[in-house]
């Protein structure tokens, strides 16, 4: 196909990329889980993490998908915070979706205090010293 059939068809929006390069520029959409299918120890399990708190604590006092995940200051690797956020959302306290490159976040706290009354609190409390 020459230049100009090439342009042609961008602008006319018959352009085909070709294969396996569509799939390139899109991530698959992440599986949420719902809090009323976590058990307790899920969810204990993914709140005993201090990096885990902290994302939760950080998206408890941000708006509803405000926080994309690269904006959150933790010490860990960009994979290891990939695996966070997925342990997260499989414990149903994390909602995620898409807008273009980033990846927005959303604390699930009516749905997962619905399910373990009480337990989010205890985690957005400040650290009391141990007592």
Do not use: I, Y
């Amino acid at each position: 196909m020459s230049a100009e059939t090439r342009s042609r068809a961008r602008e006319s929006g018959q352009e085909q990329e070709p294969a396996g390069t569509r799939a390139a520029h899109h991530r698959p959409v992440p599986a949420h889980t719902d809090p009323a299918e976590v058990s307790l120890e899920a969810a204990l399990l993914a709140l005993a993490d201090p990096v885990r708190r902290t994302l939760v604590r950080e998206l408890a006092s941000a708006g509803d998908w405000v926080r994309p995940c690269g904006s959150f200051d933790v010490p860990v690797t960009k994979a290891t915070l990939s695996r966070h956020f997925t342990v997260l959302r499989e414990a149903g306290l994390l909602e995620q979706r898409d807008a273009g490159p980033k990846r927005l976040n959303r604390l699930r706290r009516p749905e997962f205090d619905a399910r373990f009354p009480g337990l989010l609190a205890l985690v957005l409390r400040e650290d009391d010293g141990g007592r």
